[in-house]
Nanobody, 125 residues
Framework: QVQLVESGGGLVQAGGSLRLSCVAS????????MAWFRQAPGKERDFVVA????????RYADSVKDRFTISRDNAKSTVHLQINSLKPEDTAVYYC??????????????????WGQGTQVTVSS
């Protein structure tokens, strides 16, 4: 059983930056693809970005690809999400997710087996 704990959220002005982190425990981190999803109030949980188990392949949602960067440190069982040029529409709870997957990068929430509790990102205009 994998446990995921996110951190790094907060209140930031538009144009600012945040770095979210997700620390995993309870499994062999390097075997898992990792992803970030986000959910705004009253909306569905949306895919943001994912990275494969060894970090050699990533996939971004079109809405964030120029501003968000995912990275992972398998030695520290951690995945990061660097968010630049924040916009009010980025306001959401950001969730870290994990799945063991032999090939391809999943973008559906239903494809992921493990989830963190989420970290709130609020962007003021």
């Amino acid at each position: 059983q994998v446990q995921l704990v996110e951190s790094g959220g907060g209140l930031v002005q538009a144009g600012g930056s945040l770095r979210l982190s997700c620390v995993a425990s309870g499994g062999t981190f390097s075997r898992y693809d990792m992803a970030w999803f986000r959910q705004a109030p009253g909306k569905e949980r949306d895919f943001v970005v994912a990275i494969n188990s060894y970090g050699g392949n990533t996939r971004y949602a079109d809405s964030v690809k120029d501003r968000f960067t995912i990275s992972r440190d398998n030695a520290k069982s951690t995945v990061h999400l660097q968010i630049n040029s924040l916009k009010p529409e980025d306001t959401a709870v950001y969730y870290c997710a994990a799945v063991r997957r032999p090939f391809g990068i999943a973008t559906l929430a239903s494809d992921y087996d493990y989830w963190g509790q989420g970290t709130q990102v609020t962007v003021s205009s």
